[in-house]
Structure formats: structure tokens, C-alpha cells
């Protein structure tokens, strides 16, 4: 079992950043990242980094803007020129995962471990 704890969320305006921190108990994963769920939606993954290369996907609407960096066993989202409908509750989540084309799962019933969330709201 992985313990992560996330930090860093908040509330900005349009066009604003943030950084999102998750650290990880202990290496036991292959994949981690970040998915988030707004409200009346379906949680979808974000971005998730891979550890056997060092390579990241990301969703295509924060592509150019959110970049997922790992050092140790803390990794960080840097969120810029953030957007309205960047608005969710983010979840950072790490699990031994199947690789699809080499990149990790985003399907997030595949990950067992989960932060507990941390909150981010972009105003207009």
C-alpha cells in the first residue's frame, strides 16, 4: 500500500498557476499522476508520469499548459495559464498499472492508491 499526500490547491484567476505536490511512502508503483473530477462529472485522468522512462501523457485540453515532473518519490503538476473549466477537486494516485502503446493506464479503477484530494478553483 502506497500512502500519498497531496498539497497545493487553491483558488486563482483565469490565466493564474499553481504547482500540486504528491509524496509517495514508498516506491511501489510504476505509474503515477493526477486525475481530477468536477463537479457532475466522470474523474478523468490528467496526467501521469512513468517511471521506466520518465515519460508523461497528458490529457489533450491541459496539453502546453500542465507539466508533471518526479523528484524521488514526490512528484509535481505545475498548472499555468489556468483556465475556468480547470476548475475540480484533483486526485493524485500511483499503482503498479498495464502499459497501453507504452504509456501508462488512464483508466482510474486500475489504481488502488489515492490521495485524498486537493481542491482548485479557477474564477473568471
Known amino acids: 500500500q502506497v500512502q500519498l499526500v497531496e498539497s497545493g490547491g487553491g483558488s486563482v484567476q483565469a490565466g493564474g498557476s499553481l504547482r500540486l505536490s504528491c509524496a509517495a511512502s514508498?516506491?511501489?508503483?510504476?505509474?503515477m499522476g493526477w486525475f481530477r473530477q468536477a463537479p457532475g462529472k466522470e474523474r478523468e485522468g490528467v496526467a501521469i508520469?512513468?517511471?521506466?522512462?520518465?515519460s508523461a501523457w497528458y490529457t489533450d485540453s491541459v496539453k502546453g499548459r500542465f507539466t508533471i515532473s518526479q523528484d524521488k518519490n514526490t512528484q509535481y503538476l505545475q498548472m499555468n495559464s489556468l483556465k475556468p473549466e480547470d476548475t475540480a477537486m484533483y486526485y493524485c494516485?500511483?499503482?503498479?498499472?498495464?502499459?497501453?502503446?507504452?504509456?501508462?493506464?488512464?483508466?482510474?479503477?486500475?489504481?488502488?492508491?489515492w490521495g485524498q484530494g486537493t481542491q482548485v478553483t479557477v474564477s473568471s
Open positions: 508520469f512513468y517511471l521506466g522512462d520518465d
Open positions: 494516485a500511483a499503482d503498479i498499472v498495464p502499459m497501453y502503446d507504452g504509456r501508462c493506464s488512464t483508466r482510474d479503477w486500475q489504481y488502488s492508491n
Open positions: 514508498q516506491y511501489a508503483y510504476n505509474c
